[in-house]
């Protein structure tokens, strides 16, 4: 018969942001989460390098009854679950948040048309300042980002958006498409 030997045992408390991790791996691969958040995820390094430092400095020390080394992986859940946050709320800083699609000013603009055709969600809403502004939608799905072809005549404009051929990392649900006012518009959808 063995016997362990005396001695500290690695602190189970590891497991919670390790089991987060894997649960956003599998939301990712199951399509739920956009691949993006992979992006984002390694966007943060310098977060996660000083998360790592935190590790090595808070290790065996104590700040009373309590562990220090025992609050770095609640901080590690917090700030996987702030990146997630930040991923769907589509915070300005995250890389996949760069994917917007803006037109021209609407100011010249009188009468437009707009085709959008894709195989996943498309949100359609007025308040542009511009002529229109397409976003992706933040979960997971096959539809890229959107490409426009626009061609103008006078104060008419015909724009059509497109999705890329091959999304790649960033493969969203649909899209969110915010269209000025000020035109009459023509919409195929």
Partial sequence: MTHRA??????????????????????????VLSRSLALDFVAWWPIWALLALLTLLARGRRLGRVRL??????????LIGLL????????????ST?????GPPAAAVETAALSARIDGEIRLRAGAEYLYRVEPLRLGGDIAV??????????????????????????????DV????????????
């Fill in 146 to 175: 959107p490409d426009a072809r626009e061609q103008t005549a006078e104060s008419a404009v015909v724009i059509e958006l497109l999705p890329h051929p091959d999304p790649g990392f960033y493969g969203f649900s649909g899209w």
């Fill in 6 to 31: 005396p001695g500290p045992s690695p602190p189970k408390i590891w497991l919670l942001p390790v089991l987060a991790l894997i649960a956003l791996a599998g939301l990712v691969l199951s399509g």
């Fill in 69 to 78: 080394s025992g609050l770095v992986p609640v901080i590690a859940i917090l």
């Fill in 178 to 189: 915010v269209l000025s006012a000020a035109p009459a518009w023509s919409l195929t959808l």
């Fill in 98 to 102: 760069r994917l917007a699609l803006v």
């Fill in 84 to 95: 997630v946050a930040a991923h769907l709320l589509a915070w300005p800083a995250m890389p």
